[in-house]
């Protein structure tokens, strides 16, 4: 059964770092491409940052810079570093794996707030 499970939200600062990650199980990660996505209260999911089964990155254009998608085959895990947090990256976090099928885990919880 496949299972998606994020971690690493919380309260920071503006300005601040956060990594998010992501554990997968339950099926072949190394083949899938996986993302993030958020979900700002009162607002529809968006896509953040993907990480293909070959490690290419992609990044929505307003968090080039800021966010760092990787990926540990190894491990199974996913990692969203996040710098120079603002208030409007307030979201809950959501893991997504990608090969003809989609998992999703229960999102994590991000809030930057002073």
């Known amino acids: 059964q496949a299972q998606l499970v994020e971690s690493g939200g919380g309260l920071v600062q503006p300005g601040g770092s956060l990594r998010l990650s992501c554990a997968a199980s339950g099926f072949t990660f190394s083949t899938y491409t996986m993302s993030w996505y958020r979900q700002a209260p009162g607002k529809e999911r968006e896509w953040v940052a993907e990480i293909t089964s070959g490690g290419r990155t992609d990044y929505a254009g307003s968090l080039k810079g800021r966010f760092t998608i990787s990926r540990d085959n190894a491990k199974k895990m996913v990692y969203l570093q996040m710098r120079s947090l603002k208030v409007e990256d307030t979201a809950i976090y959501y893991c997504?794996?990608?090969?003809?099928?989609?998992?999703w885990g229960k999102g994590t919880l991000v809030t930057v707030s002073s």
């Open positions: 997504n794996a990608q090969w003809g099928v989609n998992y």
